[in-house]
């Protein structure tokens, strides 16, 4: 409740309104005319209703005297309250003591309209003269609770950066004012509550051109007296979901009637609250002060047929059970249940954040649908819509675990009449996320979350009031029943017990332990100061490398990896960052982003956005408006338009910022797209964030290899990579860690690549292994978000984290062969995927693109009263796309020419290829015959060898026998020889001459050896043979597969698919 509603107040100084994110409202004062509004549109400031002028305060007084006289024919009745004081000038001490009259009604913020024409009235006619437009310039419409302003010129609209900027509003009424070439006449109707839609009708047939509900309009705007723009007014609306805002500019014929259209507009936020009584409130009872209420949640989901249903909730665990990728709408009722009754005057804000106990700036806003009382008046009723597919809310849109439960937290902001400022009550509900295909059976009931609250109200002592408002009470606090029986139930020391009188009621207050609220929330991006001092050695070490490769700036220096694991030192940052990414020579990106930053941005509005939220901790990028966020802001849009195919994307404008903080905007942008496109962290934002999802699960596979133990308890507690590293890789660390330990991961990046942020990443689970490894789900993610960038604010404990990340060798075949791990699961995961489903996906999307689509049609219709030039243009266009179309015809005709000609050469080709392929087949048939008559010569050979072999034997045998009968018949040899032809040695006593002996040994030995060498050569000569053989089986085996194989040759393929081609194309000429 830190965004206070200051009422009542009225401003002298400018001519303005606006209502700031449709929010609180709060009055923002300028000292003068000249001085420039310094709000931007930023979603951090407060919220409020700015409402200035450029009038004297005399003018001032009488303009409101004169306008408020006129209350009897608005339908106001009822005693007037007391005048309210002006508020007190920045540049005085001296509070103003002109009072001011204004109307009972209480209003969000003071009410201020330029006085243009002290005396200047202006009328409001009956109903029943409301065709007569040329009396006045208003009338108002009998079936509606609104004013009509006839006599006004619609000069066109724009889309502006800065939609609570007077400047820029001014500057863009004095744009449209000189360039409209087609004014359209309009009458414009302005309700009168803050419930209502401002229509623009078409004076003739009074029919609606556009509406603008109230709560999309954010700041109206007149343009300064004695310029060209006296005349015209502006308002700017949020279009299209919040996303991107426009300005409508308008001229009016009556120049004093401006006053009085910027006075409707301001009471079309006043408050809907009864009359406040002139005397003081009744003092409270003791135990008045208490108001009970009873708010209610309901989720509903799309449920295919255009309808949305109540989702189901599990009766035992009390928990919503959700399907994924389905939109949703929440529904809150809130019904007072004690105590007078207070009225709900409107709603500004419905959130909703995974988790329990988060932060408010963890809370994200949801597209407000309506809100409204029940059927019986009882209760209001809040109904917002939630698209789950959003980064945001990625926590409750993925399948839940069957054994564990998610938390949600469901926050909105109501403003109550009498009370100081907003309410808000939350809600922390259990969820269960389910496939989109699984069906709701019986044991869940479709049942509402009730959760009661206790609002203590203090009244404001009369002294303390800035003004006679309605304004009567602050908030004490705020408590719900789950609050109070937690309170009990752990015996909380903080309890305290005031008494009233008799009777007592327990009221416990909130612990306000400021350190441990600070240890709660988070650390600021941005923090951190990094000293740019630096050792002499150090420093020469580097200038001496620096020297040496300015020399040869196309390769790095042996020593530079081993300098940069110890960091850059901070005063040579920009020069090291910029050699390192490649862009010494970048003279062409600058001259690009010089023309990129003056182009227009499709996601202009997402920029503007998130700037405000980029080192928000840091000087240099704190001030709204300021140099560094101005810069930031060119960059971001620069590479939105240069880089088409991803854009901007959330996350950027941190990397960027630290750039920027070492250099100029346009180097920084030149290193901006080198990180982008060379070190592959655009490839992380394709194809619906795959390689993200890839580098999670190297992040997991490295875990289980490195950590194992924390891996484990990851699983136990089902706590994935997705839910705590994506900033890490997304945004290199640079959202929520100290600048110094971010400045010298860049170091690493630009030297080593995208990959070592595995190594930073080990280097924090490893570091903080002790301390996860006894937490629980939530705690897990709150320790990530919490504890663990704040651990590195310590120098010298990033110190030694980055020399842990520097000493982990992760090997890139290992990162490759967990990336093909992935892809096939992923393929695994597809095949096992229902079609049905699928299509069921696809369906859906294109259903969204359908109604995105839808919703672009309807605001193009707003654009009509501009486009009647367009059209004419469009014609001109046309006719010559009409002769371009006549041109490309006759070229076309030229190439079906060309293309027949082709197909003549082509089937040329295919007969002279046919009659190759003939030619081919009847040499490959010779040759198969010719094959065939040596495998029958080579089978006559070896069996006319095998014959001989065969009488050689058969001779030899004889030969052998003949020679032993003949050794047999010989007394003597019969002595030498035995039978089996061995020599016997015998002694004989006969007497042999020595001469007869020799002979005869010299004659046998003569013969053995002419046997054993006829022996030896028929055994050769049968060698010889078998060998031939072989020889011949081999030929025959390489013959006949060489017949196989020609017929499955490439000739047969080409020549039947040429017959195929052949035959379609006959049939076609034929």
Same mark, same amino acid.
């Given at each position: 409740?830190?965004?206070?509603? %200051?009422?009542?107040?009225?401003?002298?100084?400018?001519?303005?309104?606006?209502? =700031?994110?449709?929010?609180?409202?709060?009055?923002?004062?300028?000292?003068?005319?000249?001085?420039?509004?310094? $709000?931007?549109?930023?979603?951090?400031?407060?919220?409020?209703?700015?409402?200035?002028?450029?009038?004297?305060?005399?003018?001032?007084?009488?303009?409101?005297?004169?306008?408020?006289?006129?209350? %009897?024919?608005?339908?106001?009745?009822?005693?007037?309250?007391?005048?309210?004081?002006?508020?007190?000038?920045?540049?005085?001490?001296?509070?103003?003591?002109?009072?001011?009259?204004?109307?009972?009604?209480?209003?969000?913020?003071?009410?201020?309209?330029?006085?243009?024409?002290?005396?200047?009235?202006?009328?409001?006619?009956?109903?029943?003269?409301?065709?007569?437009?040329?009396?006045?310039?208003?009338?108002?419409?009998?079936?509606?609770?609104?004013?009509?302003?006839?006599?006004?010129?619609?000069?066109?609209?724009?889309?502006?950066?800065?939609?609570?900027?007077?400047?820029?509003?001014?500057?863009?009424?004095?744009?449209?004012?000189?360039?409209?070439?087609?004014?359209?006449?309009?009458?414009?109707?302005?309700?009168?509550?803050?419930?209502?839609?401002?229509?623009?009708?078409?004076?003739?047939? $009074?029919?609606?051109?556009?509406?603008?509900?109230?709560?999309?309009?954010?700041?109206?705007?007149?343009?300064?007296?004695?310029?060209?723009?006296?005349?015209?007014?502006?308002?700017?609306?949020?279009?299209?979901?919040?996303?991107?805002?426009?300005?409508?500019?308008?001229?009016?014929?009556?120049?004093?009637?401006?006053?009085?259209?910027?006075?409707?507009?301001?009471?079309?936020?006043?408050?809907?609250?009864?009359?406040?009584?002139?005397?003081?409130?009744?003092?409270?009872?003791?135990?008045?002060?208490?108001?009970?209420?009873?708010?209610?949640?309901?989720?509903?989901?799309?449920?295919?047929?255009?309808?949305?249903?109540?989702?189901?909730?599990?009766?035992?665990?009390?928990?919503?059970?959700?399907?994924?990728?389905?939109?949703?709408?929440?529904?809150?009722?809130?019904?007072?249940?004690?105590?007078?009754?207070?009225?709900?005057?409107?709603?500004?804000?419905?959130?909703?954040?995974?988790?329990?106990?988060?932060?408010?700036?963890?809370?994200?806003?949801?597209?407000?649908?309506?809100?409204?009382?029940?059927?019986?008046?009882?209760?209001?009723?809040?109904?917002?819509?939630? $698209?789950?597919?959003?980064?945001?809310?990625?926590?409750?849109?993925?399948?839940?675990?069957?054994?564990?439960?998610?938390?949600?937290?469901?926050?909105?902001?109501?403003?109550?009449?009498?009370?100081?400022?907003?309410?808000?009550?939350?809600?922390?509900?259990?969820?269960?996320?389910?496939?989109?295909?699984?069906?709701?059976?019986?044991?869940?009931?479709?049942?509402?979350?009730?959760?009661?609250?206790?609002?203590?109200?203090?009244?404001?002592?009369?002294?303390?009031?800035?003004?006679?408002?309605?304004?009567?009470?602050?908030?004490?606090?705020?408590?719900?029943?789950?609050?109070?029986?937690?309170?009990?139930?752990?015996?909380?020391?903080?309890?305290?017990?005031?008494?009233?009188?008799?009777?007592?009621?327990?009221?416990?207050?909130?612990?306000?332990?400021?350190?441990?609220?600070?240890?709660?929330?988070?650390?600021?991006?941005?923090?951190?100061?990094?000293?740019?001092?630096?050792?002499?050695?150090?420093?020469?070490?580097?200038?001496?490398?620096?020297?040496?490769?300015?020399?040869?700036?196309?390769?790095?220096?042996?020593?530079?990896?081993?300098?940069?694991?110890?960091?850059?030192?901070?005063?040579?940052?920009?020069?090291?960052?910029?050699?390192?990414?490649?862009?010494?020579?970048?003279?062409?990106?600058?001259?690009?982003?010089?023309?990129?930053?003056?182009?227009?941005?499709?996601?202009?509005?997402?920029?503007?956005?998130?700037?405000?939220?980029?080192?928000?901790?840091?000087?240099?990028?704190?001030?709204?408006?300021?140099?560094?966020?101005?810069?930031?802001?060119?960059?971001?849009?620069?590479?939105?338009?240069?880089?088409?195919?991803?854009?901007?994307?959330?996350?950027?404008?941190?990397?960027?910022?630290?750039?920027?903080?070492?250099?100029?905007?346009?180097?920084?942008?030149?290193?901006?797209?080198?990180?982008?496109?060379?070190?592959?962290?655009?490839?992380?934002?394709?194809?619906?964030?795959?390689?993200?999802?890839?580098?999670?699960?190297?992040?997991?596979?490295?875990?289980?290899?490195?950590?194992?133990?924390?891996? $484990?308890?990851?699983?136990?507690?089902?706590?994935?990579?997705?839910?705590?590293?994506?900033?890490?890789?997304?945004?290199?660390?640079?959202?929520?860690?100290?600048?110094?330990?971010?400045?010298?991961?860049?170091?690493?990046?630009?030297?080593?690549?995208?990959?070592?942020?595995?190594?930073?990443?080990?280097?924090?689970?490893?570091?903080?292994?002790?301390?996860?490894?006894?937490?629980?789900?939530?705690?897990?993610?709150?320790?990530?978000?919490?504890?663990?960038?704040?651990?590195?604010?310590?120098?010298?404990?990033?110190?030694?984290?980055?020399?842990?990340?520097?000493?982990?060798?992760?090997?890139?075949?290992?990162?490759?062969?967990?990336?093909?791990?992935?892809?096939?699961?992923?393929?695994?995961?597809?095949?096992?995927?229902?079609?049905?489903?699928?299509?069921?996906?696809?369906?859906?999307?294109?259903?969204?693109?359908?109604?995105?689509?839808?919703?672009?049609?309807?605001?193009?219709?707003?654009?009509?009263?501009?486009?009647?030039?367009?059209?004419?243009?469009?014609?001109?266009?046309?006719?010559?796309?009409?002769?371009?179309?006549?041109?490309?015809?006759?070229?076309?005709?030229?190439?079906?020419?060309?293309?027949?000609?082709?197909?003549?050469?082509?089937?040329?080709?295919?007969?002279?290829?046919?009659?190759?392929?003939?030619?081919?087949?009847?040499?490959?048939?010779?040759?198969?015959?010719?094959?065939?008559?040596?495998?029958?010569?080579?089978?006559?050979?070896?069996?006319?060898?095998?014959?001989?072999?065969?009488?050689?034997?058969?001779?030899?045998?004889?030969?052998?026998?003949?020679?032993?009968?003949?050794?047999?018949?010989?007394?003597?040899?019969?002595?030498?020889?035995?039978?089996?032809?061995?020599?016997?040695?015998?002694?004989?006593?006969?007497?042999?001459?020595?001469?007869?002996?020799?002979?005869?040994?010299?004659?046998?030995?003569?013969?053995?050896?002419?046997?054993?060498?006829?022996?030896?050569?028929?055994?050769?000569?049968?060698?010889?043979?078998?060998?031939?053989?072989?020889? =011949?089986?081999?030929?025959?085996?390489?013959?006949?597969?060489?017949?196989?194989?020609?017929?499955?040759?490439?000739?047969?393929?080409?020549?039947?698919?040429?017959?195929?081609?052949?035959?379609?194309?006959?049939?076609?000429?034929?």
């Amino acid at each position: 409740m830190d965004d206070k509603a %200051s009422v009542g107040k009225v401003s002298v100084s400018s001519d303005s309104v606006s209502t =700031l994110n449709s929010e609180d409202f709060v009055l923002v004062s300028r000292l003068g005319d000249d001085t420039p509004s310094t $709000n931007n549109g930023s979603d951090d400031e407060k919220t409020g209703l700015k409402i200035v002028g450029n009038g004297s305060e005399q003018q001032l007084q009488k303009e409101l005297e004169d306008v408020l006289m006129d209350s %009897s024919m608005e339908g106001q009745t009822g005693a007037r309250q007391p005048s309210e004081a002006m508020p007190t000038s920045a540049t005085s001490e001296e509070s103003l003591t002109e009072d001011i009259s204004l109307t009972p009604s209480p209003v969000y913020s003071g009410l201020m309209v330029v006085a243009q024409k002290p005396e200047m009235s202006l009328p409001i006619k009956p109903p029943q003269d409301a065709d007569s437009s040329d009396s006045s310039p208003s009338t108002p419409i009998p079936e509606e609770d609104s004013i009509l302003f006839s006599k006004l010129t619609y000069l066109g609209c724009a889309s502006v950066n800065a939609p609570r900027s007077e400047v820029e509003a001014l500057r863009m009424m004095s744009i449209l004012r000189s360039q409209c070439l087609v004014p359209l006449d309009v009458t414009i109707s302005v309700p009168n509550v803050s419930e209502g839609i401002v229509r623009l009708l078409d004076p003739q047939i $009074n029919t609606e051109i556009a509406n603008y509900p109230i709560y999309k309009i954010l700041f109206c705007v007149r343009g300064h007296d004695g310029t060209a723009e006296s005349d015209c007014f502006a308002f700017t609306e949020s279009h299209y979901n919040a996303e991107i805002f426009r300005i409508h500019v308008f001229r009016c014929e009556i120049q004093e009637a401006v006053s009085r259209i910027l006075y409707s507009f301001a009471t079309a936020f006043r408050r809907s609250a009864k009359l406040t009584p002139l005397y003081a409130p009744p003092t409270l009872t003791p135990d008045s002060d208490i108001f009970t209420f009873t708010v209610s949640l309901e989720i509903k989901e799309d449920d295919g047929k255009g309808y949305f249903s109540a989702v189901p909730k599990e009766k035992d665990k009390q928990c919503f059970k959700l399907r994924q990728g389905m939109d949703k709408k929440i529904v809150i009722c809130v019904q007072q249940a004690s105590n007078k009754e207070l009225i709900i005057e409107r709603c500004f804000g419905l959130l909703l954040s995974p988790g329990k106990d988060v932060r408010n700036s963890d809370m994200h806003l949801l597209d407000l649908e309506s809100m409204g009382k029940s059927s019986d008046g009882k209760s209001y009723i809040i109904t917002g819509s939630w $698209n789950p597919n959003t980064p945001h809310f990625q926590a409750v849109n993925e399948e839940t675990p069957k054994d564990r439960l998610l938390y949600m937290t469901t926050a909105v902001d109501l403003v109550v009449t009498e009370v100081q400022e907003p309410v808000r009550f939350l809600l922390e509900t259990k969820v269960r996320v389910c496939p989109s295909s699984e069906r709701m059976f019986w044991p869940f009931s479709k049942r509402s979350y009730t959760e009661t609250f206790y609002l203590k109200l203090k009244q404001i002592d009369q002294k303390d009031r800035k003004s006679n408002s309605d304004t009567l009470y602050e908030v004490a606090s705020l408590e719900s029943e789950s609050e109070r029986e937690r309170i009990k139930t752990t015996a909380s020391p903080t309890i305290r017990m005031p008494h009233y009188g008799s009777q007592g009621s327990i009221i416990p207050s909130p612990p306000e332990d400021d350190e441990e609220e600070d240890n709660d929330e988070p650390l600021l991006s941005g923090s951190g100061d990094v000293s740019k001092e630096c050792g002499e050695k150090i420093l020469e070490t580097w200038g001496d490398l620096l020297s040496k490769w300015h020399l040869n700036l196309s390769v790095r220096p042996k020593p530079l990896p081993a300098l940069v694991r110890s960091g850059v030192p901070e005063a040579l940052r920009g020069e090291v960052w910029q050699l390192l990414a490649g862009c010494h020579n970048n003279d062409q990106m600058v001259e690009d982003y010089r023309i990129l930053i003056n182009k227009e941005s499709p996601q202009d509005s997402a920029i503007t956005r998130d700037i405000n939220r980029t080192f928000p901790a840091h000087d240099y990028f704190k001030d709204t408006g300021g140099d560094g966020q101005d810069s930031l802001y060119k960059i971001c849009k620069a590479y939105s338009v240069y880089d088409e195919e991803i854009g901007y994307c959330q996350g950027q404008s941190f990397l960027a910022a630290v750039l920027l903080l070492h250099m100029p905007e346009e180097q920084a942008f030149s290193v901006l797209v080198k990180i982008m496109f060379d070190y592959g962290l655009r490839e992380l934002f394709k194809q619906n964030f795959e390689d993200l999802h890839c580098k999670f699960y190297q992040l997991e596979r490295l875990m289980q290899e490195y950590i194992p133990d924390l891996y $484990n308890h990851f699983l136990n507690i089902s706590l994935e990579a997705h839910m705590y590293a994506s900033q890490w890789f997304l945004t290199l660390f640079t959202a929520k860690f100290p600048l110094y330990m971010v400045f010298h991961i860049i170091d690493l990046l630009l030297c080593e690549g995208i990959s070592v942020i595995f190594n930073v990443a080990l280097g924090l689970l490893k570091t903080s292994k002790d301390d996860l490894l006894l937490t629980d789900f939530e705690g897990a993610l709150k320790y990530f978000r919490v504890q663990l960038p704040k651990r590195y604010r310590s120098e010298e404990n990033a110190k030694k984290l980055m020399e842990l990340a520097c000493s982990m060798k992760i090997n890139q075949k290992k990162l490759k062969k967990y990336e093909k791990e992935y892809l096939v699961l992923r393929e695994q995961q597809a095949q096992q995927e229902d079609p049905v489903e699928r299509f069921e996906r696809e369906n859906r999307r294109l259903q969204e693109a359908n109604m995105r689509l839808e919703q672009e049609n309807d605001d193009l219709a707003h654009e009509l009263v501009t486009s009647k030039i367009a059209l004419r243009k469009d014609l001109d266009n046309a006719e010559e796309k009409a002769d371009a179309l006549n041109k490309e015809l006759l070229m076309t005709k030229q190439k079906l020419v060309d293309a027949e000609d082709e197909k003549k050469r082509l089937e040329n080709e295919a007969a002279q290829l046919k009659e190759m392929c003939r030619r081919e087949l009847d040499k490959a048939e010779l040759e198969i015959k010719k094959n065939s008559s040596i495998i029958s010569d080579y089978k006559q050979i070896c069996s006319q060898l095998s014959k001989r072999l065969e009488r050689q034997q058969i001779g030899n045998k004889a030969d052998l026998d003949q020679i032993r009968g003949k050794v047999e018949g010989c007394d003597r040899c019969r002595e030498l020889f035995s039978k089996e032809g061995t020599l016997k040695i015998v002694s004989t006593s006969k007497d042999m001459s020595e001469e007869y002996q020799d002979k005869e040994k010299e004659l046998l030995k003569h013969q053995l050896r002419e046997m054993e060498l006829e022996l030896a050569q028929t055994k050769l000569q049968l060698v010889e043979a078998e060998c031939k053989i072989q020889d =011949l089986e081999h030929h025959l085996g390489l013959a006949l597969n060489e017949v196989q194989a020609a017929k499955k040759t490439w000739f047969n393929r080409t020549i039947s698919s040429i017959k195929t081609a052949t035959g379609v194309q006959g049939k076609e000429t034929s």
